[in-house]
């Protein structure tokens, strides 16, 4: 069996060979190179955090943008410990404070400006590509919110693993993988993250 197929399961952590498979079929990949560094949404939650500390065993140059979306109290600090925290697994990290939002359609305009400060700071590293951390739970819930709302064959084929979007490519390594695992995996490293009461 080959190395990636040993480590699987869906009681083990992620491991190495794993997600490289998992990138591999993501490629091609620029060289591994400070001027082309690979991009990371990391929020500081369980996902995120996994996502970072496998993204950095693939490869050398990658950056981290943590995004303060400022809509709780707690919110700078928390980006700013996940800063610190990426830092301790030798993450290059950058924080993104968004400007206050207008009242009404919150969650939306929070979305939409955290993806315009993420797409700016990719261009202004140099990142053709940024990777984000949604994973098989977040793909049945897009499917069946979606069923819900009576969407055609496009919409029921749910999150698509790689996708245009603006001056960038946006990628997701971790949509096959149980949110568990990717506990188990920081679990496994001795790493911590933030519950975002939020995400209930």
Sequence with gaps: LKPALLEAGPDHPVGECE?????SGLGPWPPDIPDAPVALAVSGGADSMALAFLA??????VVAFVVDHALRPESADEARLTVERLAAMDVTARLLTLAPFPKGRLQERARH????ALEAACVAAGCLDLLVAHH???????IWMRS???SGPLGLGGIQPSAVR????????????DPA???LTLKAAGLPWIEDPSNA
């Design 136 to 142: 098989a739970g977040d793909q049945d819930e897009t």
């Design 181 to 183: 695992r990717l506990r």
């Design 113 to 116: 400006a955290r993806f315009e």
């Design 19 to 23: 997600f490289q498979d998992l990138m």
């Design 56 to 61: 950095r065993r693939w490869r050398r140059n």
């Design 148 to 150: 819900l709302r009576a």
């Design 166 to 177: 603006g001056r960038i490519r946006l990628l997701r390594p971790l949509l096959t993988l």
